[in-house]
């Protein structure tokens, strides 16, 4: 069975600084993909970016990029210049490839921007 | 392009009686999930479909749960019958065939007394 692992319950920064959301999976698996996923106060459930296992080159969305490195299993979200709307729950997730699947979700992490 | 849209919104019930729960995929995916969220546990997978057939109910929590999916358009979740530790966020997704990217429904948030 896969795992993910969010280690950081909360996290807090100032406006326009730049986070870095940590995320480790556990997986015999070759072919998958990788999400982060962002829950803001009003529930909705947010495609942040999305990893195919097989690319080498890390994501990119606007100020989210993530850092996602095979071997050590690790996918870690990077936000730059934060805003106040990014205040949210972040979720890493994680899906078999070959077809769809269910999504196995870490705990995720509480990031609060401060103003 | 409407999203994915889940009915209710918000359920309060009592213990005991028969909750339902309705999901509209988005139209031409051809995969559909019931995932949970509470605080202990998270967010959990309960069951996905394919093409109106169930593939892996094995997150289902007991038979009190069932779900259906009559039509590529439609799927209902019913609890029956309720239980307070069913209290959740029971949310709808559904995606491609190919890509794995799951786009979710609002969620139903469902308080059982």
């Given amino acids: ?115 | 392009d409407a999203g994915v849209i889940q009915s209710p919104r918000h359920e309060v019930t009592e213990m005991g009686q028969e909750v339902t729960l309705r999901c509209k995929p988005i139209s031409g995916h051809d995969y559909l999930f019931w995932y949970r969220q509470t605080m202990m546990r998270g967010l959990e997978l309960l069951i996905y479909f394919n093409n109106n057939v169930p593939i892996d109910d094995s997150g289902m929590p007991e038979d009190r749960f069932s779900a259906k999916m009559p039509n590529a358009s439609f799927s209902t979740l019913k609890i029956q019958p309720s239980e307070p530790r069913d209290s959740a966020v029971y949310f709808c997704a559904s995606s491609l065939a190919q890509g794995g990217t799951q786009y979710f429904g609002p969620g139903t948030r469902l308080l059982v007394l």
């Fill in chain 1, 1 to 115: 069975a896969q795992t993910v692992t969010q280690s950081q319950p909360e996290m807090s920064v100032q406006e326009a600084e730049t986070v870095t959301l940590s995320c480790t999976y556990d997986t015999s698996e070759s072919n998958y993909y990788l999400f982060w996923y962002k829950q803001p106060p009003s529930r909705q459930m947010i495609l942040v970016i999305r990893q195919e296992a097989y690319k080498q080159q890390n994501a990119t969305e606007n100020r989210f990029s993530v850092n996602f490195q095979k071997a050590a299993k690790s996918f870690s979200l990077k936000i730059s210049d934060s805003q106040l709307g990014d205040t949210a729950m972040y979720f890493c997730a994680f899906t078999l490839g070959g077809g769809a699947d269910g999504l196995t979700f870490g705990k995720g992490t509480h990031l609060i921007i401060q103003p």
